[in-house]
T-cell receptor
């Protein structure tokens, strides 16, 4: 079956712009989590969605937001981009929220560069 | 504050060597510890450990958890160039703010 699909794969934006990233989970998976990965900070949790509801949120400013649709696809949005937002954004899907002893499957990520 | 620390941060070995990667943690409401391999972008799942002393094995890779000393090791025997990757360790905090806490990873390079 198809894996987790993230689009776009690469993105270049300028400071002050906003960006929307998309994640389609594995069919049948209802939980989607978003992570920001940078060399110095590693994987940082952004938020988790299940059944169109945000279940959990990391320590990121309000410029970072997300949502989940009825088909479990999720989007995350970053407004007023800053240079420090340059990172690899990874999406992970799992059957149920909080893992519950099932592993999360990751997409290939979106490489965002802010110039 | 919850934290997961991996060591070493990076290492380079020759094909055929055996390597041991370490992951120590301080996480409240521990539920499980997971190992992932990240080659280019998408981390791929290796192991999930929930009980102390029970080794998980998959081919040349194995892992074990010590919940008393709060650490896990990932062993790779007879390394191959295809083992070159970043190995990530994550611990699941099952408290009110349920989430995975990630380490920074160990970058492994295997030279022919």
């Amino acid at each position: 079956k198809a894996g987790v699909t993230q689009t776009p794969r690469y993105l270049i934006k300028t400071r002050g712009q906003q960006v929307t990233l998309s994640c389609s989970p594995i069919s049948g998976h209802r939980s989607v989590s978003w992570y920001q990965q940078t060399p110095g900070q590693g994987l940082q949790f952004l938020f988790e969605y299940f059944s169109e509801t945000q279940r959990n949120k990391g320590n990121f400013p309000g410029r970072f937001s997300g949502r989940q649709f009825s088909n479990s696809r999720s989007e995350m949005n970053v407004s007023t981009l800053e240079l420090g937002d340059s990172a690899l954004y990874l999406c992970a899907s799992s059957v149920a929220p909080g893992l519950r002893n099932t592993e999360a499957f990751f997409g290939q990520g979106t490489r965002l560069t802010v110039v | 504050e919850d934290k997961v620390v991996q060591s070493p941060l990076s290492l380079v070995v020759h094909e055929g060597d055996t390597v041991t990667l370490n992951c120590s943690y301080e996480v409240t409401n521990f539920r499980s510890l997971l190992w992932y391999k990240q080659e280019k972008k998408a981390p791929t799942f290796l192991f999930m450990l929930t009980s102390s002393g029970i080794e998980k094995k998959s081919g040349r890779l194995s892992s074990i958890l010590d919940k008393k000393e709060l650490f896990s090791i990932l062993n790779i025997t007879a390394t191959q160039t295809g083992d070159s990757a970043v190995y990530l360790c994550a611990v699941f905090n099952a408290g009110n703010n349920r989430k995975l806490i990630w380490g920074l990873g160990t970058s492994l390079g295997v030279n022919p």
